[in-house]
């Protein structure tokens, strides 16, 4: 049984990225970040092997606590993040909203892997698949704005890149993983495709990367984006 870490687990594409490993046979450890939110995903207990872990990705100590009480990983998906504030422009950047979107987004996820690091090496896959987007592409950034999401977004894009750098010759497979424009709280009710697609295509992706992806950007339906 392969056993796996999904952040931000209680909703949208993490939650169905949880439910549809569950179906694979995976042994599945989501976190939650509030009891209030975490009911959906304590429903799929019924549909598989899931252990559930109320965590706050961004209290470290709790993050040390987590690793504590895990077994060895064959895979990390750090999807939890936080757009932030919507609709602002130019002159009307939020400095602490910033702060708080990098935090989530960027530092969180690295520091994530450096925790988690003893138990995936454990395992048998040592894959990490950072959940990017491709606003966060300097090549697809052809209209501006929207400061804080995507350069938190590029960012964690420069991240994936550093760590396959740094892990790929220990058997690490490391990815930017761009979801798709999703029918979530985030991604609005007008968006393209809903997250059980998105889910299905990104475990795909991860399925059959190998080391030679290792530090690559790719789409939900397998194509490769630029940086």
């Given at each position: 049984?392969?056993?796996?870490l999904?952040?931000?687990?209680?909703?949208?594409?993490g939650?169905?990225?949880?439910?549809?490993?569950?179906?694979?046979?995976w042994?599945?450890?989501?976190?939650?970040r509030?009891?209030?939110s975490a009911?959906?995903?304590?429903?799929l207990?019924?549909k598989?092997?899931?252990?559930?872990?109320?965590?706050d990705?961004?209290?470290?100590?709790?993050?040390?606590?987590?690793?504590?009480?895990?077994?060895s990983?064959d895979?990390?998906?750090?999807?939890?993040?936080?757009?932030?504030?919507?609709?602002?422009?130019?002159?009307?950047?939020?400095?602490?909203?910033?702060?708080k979107?990098?935090e989530?987004?960027?530092?969180?996820?690295?520091?994530?892997?450096e925790?988690?690091?003893?138990?995936l090496?454990?395992?048998?896959?040592k894959?990490?698949?950072c959940?990017?987007?491709?606003?966060?592409?300097m090549?697809?950034?052809t209209?501006?704005g929207?400061?804080?999401?995507r350069?938190?977004?590029?960012?964690?894009?420069?991240?994936?890149?550093?760590?396959s750098?740094?892990?790929?010759?220990?058997?690490?497979?490391?990815?930017?993983?761009?979801?798709?424009?999703?029918?979530?709280?985030?991604?609005?009710p007008n968006?393209?495709i809903?997250?059980?697609t998105?889910?299905?295509?990104?475990?795909e992706?991860?399925?059959h990367?190998?080391?030679a992806?290792s530090?690559?950007?790719i789409?939900?339906?397998?194509?490769?984006?630029?940086?």
């Open positions: 049984m392969n056993t796996v999904v952040t931000g687990a209680n909703r949208g594409v939650l169905s990225l949880a439910e549809q490993l569950l179906s694979k046979g042994q599945v450890h989501a976190t939650y509030s009891e209030d009911d959906k995903l304590k429903s207990a019924d598989g092997d899931l252990i559930c872990h109320r965590l990705i961004t209290d470290y100590s709790a993050v040390s606590s987590l690793v504590d009480v895990l077994p990983l895979l990390l998906i750090n999807n939890a993040g936080y757009y932030g504030p919507k609709g602002y422009g130019f002159g009307h950047t939020d400095v602490e909203e910033w702060r979107v990098f989530v987004n960027t530092i969180a996820p690295l520091k994530l892997v925790a988690l690091y003893p138990k090496h454990l395992g048998t896959l894959k990490i698949a959940l990017s987007s491709k606003v966060g592409s090549t697809e950034n209209s501006g929207g400061y804080i999401y350069s938190s977004k590029a960012a964690l894009n420069s991240v994936v890149k550093s760590l750098n740094d892990l790929t010759n220990d058997g690490f497979t490391v990815l930017a993983l761009h979801p798709g424009w999703v029918q979530t709280e985030m991604g609005g968006a393209l809903d997250t059980a998105s889910a299905r295509g990104l475990i992706v991860i399925e990367a190998t080391t992806n530090g690559e950007f789409n939900y339906d397998g194509t490769h984006l630029p940086w």
